[in-house]
């Protein structure tokens, strides 16, 4: 597809739990950010990855949460030992280069129970 | 930290009429932003505005950019009900990749 594609669009998972959020970059982006939505807010940055490095993953909450990207196109967020105050709709952004227009994905909603 | 801040967050619209959108910001900024999105919706691009003075139009909505005051403001025109979303502006730092978005203001147009 034209855009960016992130799956699931919808997850579920207990409290405790494994979950990886998946995002496809529109082709031909070399940076991809992920952002953290939380309801009534606004969009919260996570991480940033030029190529296939994570050049800043300064917003990440804690240790639980890791994200890579190893081929430079597909990322994947990576949340371990799953809380409740983790839910929230985590959205991918993908761009050409550094500092040009952001396009964002539809977003993977995340529920923990 | 770049803080932003929106008001209203919440705006009542009747149809017809005109209203505006506040976002201020804390520093110097060289990007801004403003998204639609609607409700299980991922963020619509609006406008990028890039330079003091900048201002877009496009159909009902209009933006426009002082970066000497750090204020943006979204201007709507006789407001219609398909203009009921969220918006948000979202501003970057000089030479910065990261975004820092606003809270939001949850527009509803009555008839």
């Not at chain 1, 405790?16 to 939505?37: F, M, N």
């Not at chain 1, 890791?66 to 430079?72: H, L, N």
């Not at chain 2, 520093?27 to 409700?39: E, V």
């Amino acid at each position: 597809g034209a855009g960016v594609s992130q799956t699931p669009s919808n997850k579920v998972t207990e409290k405790g739990k494994y979950v990886e959020l998946r995002c496809d970059p529109i082709s031909g982006h070399t940076a991809l950010y992920w952002y953290r939505q939380s309801l009534g807010q606004g969009p919260e940055f996570l991480i940033y990855f030029q190529g296939t490095g994570a050049a800043d993953d300064s917003g990440l909450p804690n240790d639980r949460f890791f994200a890579v990207r190893p081929e430079g196109s597909v990322s994947t967020l990576k949340i371990q030992r799953t809380e409740r105050g983790d839910s929230a709709v985590y959205l991918c952004a993908s761009s050409r280069a550094t500092n040009t227009e952001a396009f964002f994905g539809q977003g993977t909603r995340l529920t923990v129970v | 930290e770049l803080k932003v801040e929106q008001n209203p967050l919440f705006l009542s619209m009747q149809e017809g009429k005109n209203y505006t959108i506040y976002c201020n910001y804390s520093t110097t900024s060289d990007r801004l932003y403003w998204y639609r999105q609607d409700p299980g919706k991922s963020l619509e691009s609006l406008f990028v505005l890039l330079s003091n003075g900048a201002v877009k139009q496009e159909g009902r909505l209009m933006a426009s950019l002082d970066t000497k005051a750090r204020l943006s403001t979204l201007h709507i025109t006789a407001a219609v009900h398909d203009l009921s979303a969220t918006y948000f502006c979202a501003v970057a730092y000089l030479n910065d990749y990261k975004l820092s978005f606003g809270a939001g203001t949850t527009v509803t147009v009555r008839a």
